[in-house]
Each structure stands twice: as structure tokens, then as C-alpha cells.
């Protein structure tokens, strides 16, 4: 079984900077994509950005160089650095383990960033 366990989200002010990390455990062979989604209230849910093994394959528009995706792949662990932050980024923030074609993927709990205007 795989877990996921993130941390380091919170309240920010407008402007302001946070980084999530996603650390993963179990057996993840063979789960080379880590990446980041939210969810707003109301709202479906988003990917906001993917890494393949060490390197950033996509972005979402609304984030492009103000979010980067990073992985320490001896660790399994992802991070998103967040700056600029808006209120608009407010929502549940989730990590994603999975295999290229997503045939086996795992979900973390979710950590809240809420950023105040």
C-alpha cells in the first residue's frame, strides 16, 4: 500500500509564499508521476502541476512562474513552492502519486492554503 502525507500548507496573506511537500511511502515502483491538484469550493477538482521522475512536466496557466514543482526522488518526496499567492489559489490541496497512463494512482488526505487578501 501506498501513503501519501503532506504538509506545510496554512494561511498566507496575498503575496505571500508557502511550499507544500508530498512525501510518499509504501511500494511505488513504478509510480514516476507525482503532482499537485486543488479544489475550491464549488469548483472541480484541478491539477495545478505534475513532475515525471525530477522533471516539471506541466503547469497550470493560472500558476505558470509563480508555482514550482520540484521532487527529491530519494526521498519520494514532491514539493510546490507558491508565490505570489492570490486569493484565488485558496482551496484543498491534494498530492497525486501515479503511473504514466494513471493505470494505479493514490490520493492524499488534502492540506488547506488559504491565502487572505
Known amino acids: 500500500q501506498v501513503h501519501l502525507a503532506e504538509s506545510g500548507g496554512g494561511l498566507v496573506q496575498a503575496g505571500g509564499s508557502l511550499t507544500l511537500a508530498c512525501a510518499a511511502t509504501g511500494i511505488t515502483r513504478g509510480l514516476d508521476i507525482m503532482g499537485w491538484y486543488r479544489q475550491a469550493p464549488g469548483k472541480s477538482r484541478e491539477l495545478v502541476a505534475e513532475?515525471?521522475?525530477?522533471?516539471?512536466?506541466a503547469y497550470a496557466n493560472s500558476v505558470r512562474s509563480r508555482f514550482t514543482i520540484s521532487r527529491d526522488v530519494a526521498k519520494n518526496t514532491a514539493y510546490l513552492q507558491m508565490n505570489s499567492l492570490r486569493p484565488e489559489d485558496t482551496a484543498l490541496y491534494y498530492c497525486?502519486?501515479?503511473?504514466?497512463?494513471?493505470?494505479?494512482?493514490?490520493w492524499g488526505q488534502g492540506i488547506q492554503v488559504t491565502v487572505s487578501s
Open positions: 513532475v515525471q521522475g525530477n522533471r516539471p512536466t
Open positions: 497525486n502519486l501515479r503511473t504514466s497512463i494513471a493505470a494505479v494512482q493514490y
